[in-house]
């Protein structure tokens, strides 16, 4: 019995040493698998930061991109700007170049012939006929006064592009100022009718307004077909003041141009005609000097329309 006890003894020890060797397994892999989820954990936020990083360079990159491409956008809008500003510079140069010629042209042409009439008379005075004295005088005069308005329009335009031009506005009874200016010269006042209310009152330098009409109806006479026509009436609390002429109009593509500095139309009639291009943008200057602003509109079904808005004001008082 003992040695049954003593064999079945071990035997039941194997056992439990088994079962107990079994447990401690069966714990070590459990604890081995906890010991192992902290470790995906980690795994699986250090790449959430990745991705995470990953997109925040992906937003700055794309960041980065967009204000390259404003910049390149901003350069590009830079350039057309310096190309137009050196096709401006080159069209004034053009111009500027075309008005020397004019200028010089229209300089010397009445000089001389102030120069040469005057030598003349002073020379042969005695011997000239009464009618011969009076077409000379009469050809100095003329000669004169072309000279002087063109001396006229070049102090005009340097005085307002130099900014030490002022307007000395007033109230002036429009219709009554246009008919004393057309006075002055009856040959052209002929070709010139006037459609103006008596009441219609204008707030106006009274030079600079005589400036604009002369500069107007001289465009007319010279570069359209009488008969001239000068209307006026109030419109959206301004007066409008139009010179209309029967001639061929202005050429669409010239339109852009026509109130710009030494702007001549290459056309024909432009070419025989003598002129500088300062009256019309001495006329548009002049009119927002006073609050007002020039325009060109074709003239229904043929013809020019220059038209210039002005300030209006109460009737002054007698």
């Not at 397994?25 to 995906?40: K, M, S, W, Y």
């Not at 005009?156 to 592009?161: A, D, H, M, Q, Y």
């Not at 003598?274 to 927002?288: H, N, P, Q, V």
Request: glycine share 8%.
């Amino acid at each position: 019995m003992t040695s049954a006890e003593t064999q079945v003894t071990p035997g039941h020890g194997a056992v439990e040493a088994t079962a107990a060797t079994s447990t401690g397994a069966i714990l070590d892999n459990v604890d081995g698998t906890g010991d192992e989820r902290p470790t995906e954990a980690d795994s699986q936020r250090a790449l959430m930061n990745i991705l995470e990083d990953i997109d925040s360079d992906r937003i700055r990159l794309e960041a980065t991109q967009s204000a390259i491409l404003n910049i390149l956008d901003d350069f590009d809008a830079e350039r057309r700007k310096v190309e137009e500003a050196n096709l401006d510079l080159q069209t004034v140069n053009e111009a500027m170049r075309s008005f020397v010629a004019v200028a010089a042209h229209d300089l010397r042409s009445p000089l001389a012939s102030i120069v040469g009439f005057s030598a003349l008379l002073n020379e042969s005075w005695e011997t000239l006929t009464d009618e011969n004295r009076r077409k000379f005088v009469a050809t100095i005069d003329r000669q004169s006064q072309n000279l002087s308005r063109l001396v006229d329009d070049l102090l005009t335009l340097s005085s307002v592009e130099g900014g030490s031009m002022n307007a000395r506005p007033e109230a002036i009874l429009l219709e009554e100022d246009i008919l004393r200016r057309l006075g002055l010269g009856p040959a052209e006042a002929g070709n010139v009718s006037v459609s103006c209310s008596p009441d219609l009152v204008v707030w106006i330098d009274p030079d600079h307004l005589g400036r604009i009409l002369d500069n107007y109806v001289q465009n007319a006479l010279k570069y359209g077909e009488p008969p001239v026509q000068i209307t006026a009436e109030r419109r959206d609390g301004m007066v409008e003041v139009r010179v209309i002429d029967r001639g061929l109009g202005v050429p669409p593509e010239f339109v852009p141009r026509l109130f710009g500095k030494f702007a001549r139309a290459t056309s024909p009639k432009t070419a025989a005609q003598k002129g500088t291009g300062l009256g019309l943008s001495i006329a548009r200057a002049l009119a927002e000097l006073n609050g007002g602003e020039t325009f060109y509109e074709p003239n229904v079904p043929n013809g020019s329309c220059f038209v210039v808005r002005l300030p209006t004001a109460a009737v002054p008082l007698p």
